[in-house]
């Protein structure tokens, strides 16, 4: 078993923390796992991404150039990674802010999903990123969703039972949508 | 890996802390600096809990001083810096080579030469592996490529430096330093107040005097002991570590350290799905470096390549292990580039 993913979006939307909260989940199921965080001069605002790669198997590289997967939650990350996925690779679009248009439904299995909408009608716009990480949870199966659940709970524990609470159902609403329930 | 313990999602730099801990790590002084300041950020948490001595210290020039005065107490003592800010801590570095003082020095490098930048670089190479300031001397260096090895490394750098009573240091990048992965805590923290007690310092009532030193100005004595260092430099390699990945019936080896040795392990298995045999020899301890081992390999009548990240350094020391049997191809990432195992694909495919 395989998987990778590049995570990409705005500063602030919550990117490196979906990224650890899959790693996290990856390791409590007992798989190999490494995230990569972007390394380099960042600032709130700018691009932000990170590369999980999860599998069964030791890992050689934490780096990838053309992942198998992507998380694309803002337009400049679209421009940026689209190009270097991998031809059939799944590709995950934040459509409620990137346009539509420029997605590549031809060359990969594009699920154009309208996250920051669905975040806010869940209560708080702020939970897009949980959708999208459910969505791509739905999607590939690498990891349960119950121990994403459980890395959630990990990952928030210093917030309101509330918050986690609603976190947990705007992962599990992407996780619908993803599996094509 | 024993699949019942717990493992933990830590970064390489927090592997390195959490290892120093366990190793028994009793003093900790440094000076922050990009990409390595998990390192005390962690242990100023977590070291100052169990009774040790942490201590941001006014620059790199006396953080290093203050391992070499605690080394001298017979301490378990450590310091953690990046490129530039070794730079600064060589003169120390090199006194206690000359003093014969054990210490663990940590460089998570940058890109240089100078500030350089904050991107991955193996550029420090000759600095750690040829002493790295004034004066004949070695330190030994590893050079791990994973946040375990990270751990398990740190832990055996402390032994060795006690060992040989000599500086061990950690030679990773920002690549390691900054990415997670799960680690195993397999050592429970323990201090033997007894490892120095043939030779540090506590005040000589009731024995002989002893005398650390690096100053040698008597007739034969600095020959003296620069013969006893070298010595002891040689016997190093009774400690030769190093990976050998899918060489057995590779055509084309790939030699790299570090991030780039992982990194050049995806490549090789990329292109061994095209059919081309490639394996990978990374080395682990960088001085000593693994000649034989890599030169019982070229017997076999492989074909080799450097991948470094940087213009060409170990590429030299590949090339004095293969000497007179064949030589490596050379591939260069330059610093600041952060590689993928794409770039080392047509490169390595080029020799086939």
């Not at chain 2, 040790?52 to 017979?74: P, Y």
């Not at chain 2, 350089?116 to 670089?121: D, E, F, M």
Request: aromatic share 8%; glycine share 10%.
């Amino acid at each position: 078993m395989y998987q990778d993913v590049i995570i990409a979006g705005f500063g602030g939307q919550g990117v490196m923390l979906i990224g650890n909260v899959l790693a996290y989940a990856a390791m409590e199921q007992g798989l190999n796992v490494t995230y990569m965080p972007v390394y380099g001069v960042e600032m709130r605002g700018g691009t932000a991404n990170c590369t999980v790669v999860i599998s069964d198997e030791e890992i050689g590289s934490p780096i990838i150039y053309h992942p198998k997967t992507l998380i694309i939650m803002n337009q400049p990350s679209l421009e940026k990674f689209q190009p270097r996925l991998v031809e059939k690779g799944l590709l995950i679009v934040n459509s409620s802010i990137v346009d539509e248009s420029l997605v590549d439904k031809e060359k990969y299995y594009a699920l154009a999903i309208p996250v920051n909408k669905i975040a806010d009608e869940l209560g708080d716009i702020r939970m897009a990123n949980m959708v999208a990480l459910g969505v791509w949870v739905g999607a590939t199966k690498a990891v349960e969703l119950d121990m994403v659940m459980k890395s959630m709970e990990k990952h928030m524990s210093s917030l309101k039972k509330q918050v986690v609470e609603n976190n947990k159902k705007a992962l599990l609403e992407g996780y619908k949508i993803g599996s094509g329930e | 890996m024993d699949k019942n313990r717990e493992r933990m999602l830590v970064k390489g730099n927090e592997a390195i802390a959490i290892g120093a801990l366990d190793a028994g790590v009793e003093c900790y002084f440094a000076y922050p600096i990009t990409p390595q300041s998990d390192i005390p950020e962690y242990l100023s948490r977590e070291l100052v809990k169990l009774g040790g001595e942490f201590v941001q210290a006014e620059s790199e020039l006396a953080s290093i001083n203050m391992v070499l005065g605690a080394a001298a107490c017979g301490k378990r003592a450590m310091t953690s810096s990046s490129s530039p800010g070794i730079s600064l801590k060589q003169e120390g570095i090199s006194y206690m080579a000359g003093s014969e003082l054990p210490a663990v020095i940590v460089n998570i490098t940058r890109g240089g030469p100078g500030l350089g930048g904050i991107q991955p670089s193996q550029g420090d190479y000759f600095q750690a592996t040829r002493g790295g300031g004034h004066g004949d001397y070695r330190t030994m260096v590893l050079a791990p490529s994973t946040c375990q090895e990270c751990y398990d490394l740190t832990i055996e750098a402390f032994d060795l430096a006690f060992k040989y009573r000599n500086p061990v240091l950690i030679l990773g990048d920002a690549i390691l330093g900054q990415m997670k992965e799960p680690i195993t805590r397999w050592k429970q923290r323990t201090i033997d107040p007894n490892e120095a007690n043939e030779w540090k310092l506590t005040g000589k009532k009731g024995r002989e005097q002893r005398i650390l030193k690096s100053l040698f100005l008597g007739d034969g004595e600095m020959e003296e002991h620069n013969m006893k260092l070298w010595k002891k430099y040689k016997s190093m390699e009774q400690d030769l570590k190093w990976e050998e990945f899918s060489v057995e019936d590779a055509e084309v080896v790939a030699v790299a350290f570090g991030s780039i040795g992982r990194i050049a392990k995806s490549s090789a298995r990329k292109l061994r799905e095209m059919g081309y045999k490639v394996g990978v020899f990374r080395p682990i301890t960088l001085f000593p470096f693994p000649y034989e081992p890599l030169r019982k390999l070229a017997m076999s009548g492989k074909r080799f390549i450097t991948i470094e990240n940087n213009t060409g350094q170990m590429v030299e020391d590949v090339k004095l292990a293969l000497c007179g049997v064949t030589d490596t191809e050379f591939f260069a990432n330059m610093p600041g580039k952060v590689s993928t195992p794409e770039d080392f694909i047509e490169p390595i495919k080029k020799m086939f």
